[in-house]
């Protein structure tokens, strides 16, 4: 009797300490919403080469981020619809799905996190939003196109070293906002130099084209 009692009891504290854990293991898989990201000197996809995304939402379900240092392709300008086209607003290409019908818009601010909403909804709260964004370049980026993987993807690109994590949000988002002078591929050397993964150490692979 008391060898089953300490059976249930061991039992017991293994199962208490599972559900502990749980929440640091979804973390650890799952918790990139709101981080900034950035593909290898050696990736091969032609979308993410050189790219700088932001996670906008990253579930067991799956994940959707937008690419931050890609200006929208010029064969696709037609595409841009037209009370966004006759505005004096840089419009960047957020990623290969619906890149042509899906539009977000980024917010960031000093001291505050990023938010990402699609311009639909903005423009449902606020029918001038479209001004606020042309007279803020420093706070607004308009994305048309997001980029996303389904259940367990990304997370296999991340063990197989496909992405570069830990960027500080406080460090990257001044250089993209307040650099216009910077190309694409400078914002994501800049990255990769503040990643924890390169920090002080040389950066190896494909860092020009």
């Known amino acids: 009797m008391k060898y089953l009692r300490a059976i249930f009891k061991d039992g017991f504290l293994l199962l208490a300490a599972f559900f502990i ?5 979804f973390k650890l898989l799952w918790g990139m919403e709101g981080q900034v990201f950035v593909a290898q000197p050696l990736a091969n996809d032609p979308h993410f080469d050189h790219t700088v995304l932001y996670m906008v939402s990253h ?3 799956g994940a959707t981020a937008v690419i931050l240092n890609r200006p929208y392709p010029l064969e696709k300008k037609n595409s ?8 004096k607003i840089p419009v960047f290409w957020g ?7 899906a539009i977000f818009v980024l917010e960031w601010q000093h001291s505050q996190s990023p938010k990402v909403m699609s311009l639909e909804s903005m423009l449902a709260q ?3 939003i479209l001004d606020e964004i042309e007279k803020s370049p420093d706070r607004y980026r308009v994305l048309i196109g997001c980029a996303r993987w389904q259940a367990l993807q990304y997370e296999m690109e991340r063990i197989s070293d496909i992405w570069v ?20 591929r400078d914002i994501w050397l800049k990255a990769l130099e503040d990643s924890d993964f390169y920090k002080g150490k040389p950066i190896k692979g494909k860092i020009t084209a």
Do not use: C, H, W, Y
Not at 80 to 87: E, L, Q, T
Not at 169 to 180: G, L, M, Q, Y
């Open 80 to 87: 841009i619809p037209s009370f966004v086209a006759r505005r």
């Open 59 to 61: 579930t067991i379900d």
């Open 165 to 184: 994590s830990g960027i500080k949000n406080s460090i990257i988002f001044p250089v993209i906002f307040s650099a216009p002078a910077l190309d694409g």
């Open 95 to 101: 990623g290969p799905v619906q890149d042509e019908t």
């Open 21 to 25: 854990l749980l929440p640091t293991g």
């Open 126 to 128: 606020d029918i001038d």
